[in-house]
């Protein structure tokens, strides 16, 4: 950890912050802060150098990142998929997908950067949200192709589901 006496350790923190969030990745505000998170929100605000750094909490955690390299959505993500929680993860991801956009969450998206579930993983988790009454509005449904989706109940009817899953696997390929 920088020297947070001298003048510049903020500025060295947030090139830190920074690097991380060029490389796709969100830093825990205890990994890189000694103080409490109320003392680093007073001491940043008096930094203007540093008003891309952004502090966030995820669940239990305070988590930073730069707007200037990551969307608020991948840090979100990104903060789930280090939370150690998979079901929560995906639950998270595709209750906002539903309600943001609205639309349903490809399950191969969770292969990819930031969450690198495998498919077995993925596969497991999935089967168990469905049966578990913390995740009983999340639903599974498959395209004609056989490409997978879960949307949220709660803020998608499953007829508009499957017809945005099936318009997202196979329908704008057809109609360029």
Known sequence: MP????????????????????NGKILRLDEVWPGTEAEFIEWRQA???TGDIVLMRQ???????????MT??????????A??????????TVRGESRTYPRPTP?????????????QILDEAVEAML?????????RIQASDGSGFLFSSV??????????????????????
Not at 8 to 21: F, G, T, Y
Not at 113 to 119: E, M, Q, V
Not at 158 to 176: I, K, Q, T, Y
């Open 3 to 22: 020297d947070f006496d001298t003048p510049n350790s903020l500025e060295i923190l947030a090139e830190k912050v920074r690097d991380s969030s060029r």
């Open 47 to 49: 930094q203007a150098s």
């Open 59 to 69: 669940r239990e955690r305070a988590i930073l990142y730069s707007e200037r390299h």
């Open 72 to 81: 608020r959505a991948y840090a979100e993500a990104a903060a789930c998929a």
């Open 83 to 92: 939370c150690g929680d998979i079901r929560y993860a995906i639950a998270q």
């Open 107 to 119: 399950l191969a998206l969770f292969g990819e950067a930031p969450f690198l579930f495998s498919k």
């Open 131 to 139: 049966t578990d009454p913390d995740y009983g509005d999340i639903r």
């Open 155 to 176: 803020h998608m009817n499953p007829a508009h589901a499957e017809s945005l899953a099936e318009w997202m696997a196979v329908g704008h390929m057809r109609n360029p």
